[in-house]
């Protein structure tokens, strides 16, 4: 019963996540990972970069990068999935069954996914952008599950979205990167900046794609 009660509880976030991607475009999911999940993925993030596995992350597709700390100050690990360690196998073949729901529900004509770890060092930022590539217009949705422990608003580290309105302006929304939040909007018509912090700032980030992956290793 507790599997069956447990499984419900995740339907009904992946309905309210169609349901918001439908209405608003965007979608913030409180608890989409538990507390058990959070620490468990914290600690993969963590080995990962003890083990030197992180690089200085750049702006552009996989051709055209260019390094900008100014303009974007993460550090990212992509994941492959047939190495990615149990917590973060986990992890994908929920990404997977919300893909398939997505699919079900939005008729996105999705078919695969990429993530990375993120990190943000304190006082770093990623300047407003799209995520979607003028050459390579393949990513559909964005997603960004936040794995930081503690996190209080004097942290900083919001996650920006800019709306656009219909009547040609735009409306803001900070999301605070707390623990097990998930934040996911329209790769294609939601510009968003990350703000800085004062403190390491963690999180899954990856996107849901029209074709199959190949990762661009950005």
């Known amino acids: 019963m507790r599997m069956v009660w447990e499984d419900e509880k995740m339907l009904q976030k992946f309905e309210q996540i169609a349901d918001r991607l439908s209405d608003k475009g965007y979608a913030i999911i409180d608890n989409f990972l538990t507390e058990q999940e959070v620490n468990d993925l914290l600690g993969v993030l963590l080995l990962h970069k003890e083990q030197g596995a992180f690089k200085k992350a750049g702006i552009g597709s996989a051709d055209r990068v260019v390094v900008d700390k100014e303009v974007r100050g993460d550090y990212i690990r992509w994941i492959e999935p047939s190495e990615a360690l149990p917590p973060t196998q986990v992890f994908l073949e929920r990404m997977n069954e919300l893909l398939r729901y ?15 770890f993120t990190v943000y060092p304190p006082g770093t930022v990623y300047q ?21 422990e503690d996190w209080l608003p004097e942290h900083g ?19 605070l990167p ?25 999180s899954l980030t990856g996107w849901m794609l029209d074709q199959l992956n190949e990762l661009t290793f950005l």
């Open 157 to 175: 580290g919001n996650l920006r979205l800019y709306l656009p309105q219909e009547d040609g302006t735009e409306e803001e929304v900070d999301i």
């Open 128 to 148: 407003r952008h799209i995520d979607q590539f003028k050459e390579s217009d393949h990513r559909r949705l964005s997603f960004i599950c936040y794995l930081n």
């Open 102 to 116: 997505i699919n079900r529900t939005c008729f996105l004509g999705l078919r695969d996914y990429e993530f990375h």
């Open 178 to 202: 707390i623990a097990g939040r998930l934040a996911c909007f329209r790769a294609d018509l939601i510009p968003h900046e990350v703000l800085a912090a004062t403190r390491h700032r963690y």
